[in-house]
T-cell receptor, first 114, second 115 residues
Framework: AQSVAQPEDQVNVAEGNPLTVKCTYS??????LFWYVQYPNRGLQFLLK??????LVKGSYGFEAEFNKSQTSFHLKKPSALVSDSALYFC????????????FGSGTKLNVKP | EAQVTQNPRYLITVTGKKLTVTCSQN?????MSWYRQDPGLGLRQIYY???????DKGDVPEGYKVSRKEKRNFPLILESPSPNQTSLYFC??????????????FGPGTRLTVL
């Protein structure tokens, strides 16, 4: 079965410190992986994706993610957190047997404190 | 402005009263999808559509119907809503589902409460 897991419901970090939001995946074959962000009372916004190539993917708002095939992980990172980064973050994977289906993690709430 | 719109944004209804949540996109996208978001479960895919008149089930299609008569519209129909369908619903669209074109654009969400 295709799935993603976000092991942390919540991540707390101080402004200016680096942040990591964790995601692990389970798929058949090479995965297509995504990160989305949801601000309060808003829809999800695309941050970045990994399809193939360089394991370090750069995205919007200074975020990046590292694809690690051996650990089946796709952790989201940012070198210096901002208070405005506080939001709900979702990892997602595409079903490699049916490209029209997507699976999302349960979400991680990021709290960045001043 | 390129966007996905949903209506209504908020809806409180009673068990068994048929309702439709509309979704429209102005980006000429081929692919559209419906998700429900529940605490601790993330987003789960209800139905998707690859193009006009082409739809298929996602992971949680029970109790829902969809139609795709026009490229821009993808309404979600609850023929007989039940309290377990109380949720936050999102519509999304994408240019396609082939590699570089698979980024989804999400609507603002519809919060549905079924009493």
């Amino acid at each position: 079965a295709q799935s993603v897991a976000q092991p942390e419901d919540q991540v707390n970090v101080a402004e200016g410190n680096p942040l990591t939001v964790k995601c692990t995946y389970s798929v058949s074959g090479n995965p297509y992986l995504f990160w989305y962000v949801q601000y309060p009372n808003r829809g999800l916004q695309f941050l970045l994706k990994y399809i193939t190539g360089d394991n370090l993917v750069k995205g919007s708002y200074g975020f990046e993610a590292e694809f690690n095939k051996s650990q089946t992980s796709f952790h989201l990172k940012k070198p210096s957190a901002l208070v405005s980064d506080s939001a709900l973050y979702f990892c997602a994977v595409r079903d490699m047997r049916n490209f029209n289906k997507f699976y999302f993690g349960s979400g991680t709430k990021l709290n960045v404190k001043p | 402005e390129a966007q996905v719109t949903q209506n209504p944004r908020y809806l409180i209804t009673v068990t068994g009263k048929k309702l439709t949540v509309t979704c429209s996109q102005n980006m000429n996208h081929e692919y559209m999808s419906w998700y429900r978001q529940d605490p601790g479960l993330g987003l789960r895919q209800i139905y998707y559509s690859m193009n006009v008149e082409v739809t298929d089930k996602g992971d949680v299609p029970e109790g829902y119907k969809v139609s795709r008569k026009e490229k821009r519209n993808f309404p979600l129909i609850l023929e007989s809503p039940s309290p377990n369908q109380t949720s936050l619903y999102f519509c999304a669209s994408s240019p396609g589902t082939s590699g570089a074109t698979d980024t989804q654009y999400f609507g603002p969400g519809t919060r549905l409460t079924v009493l």
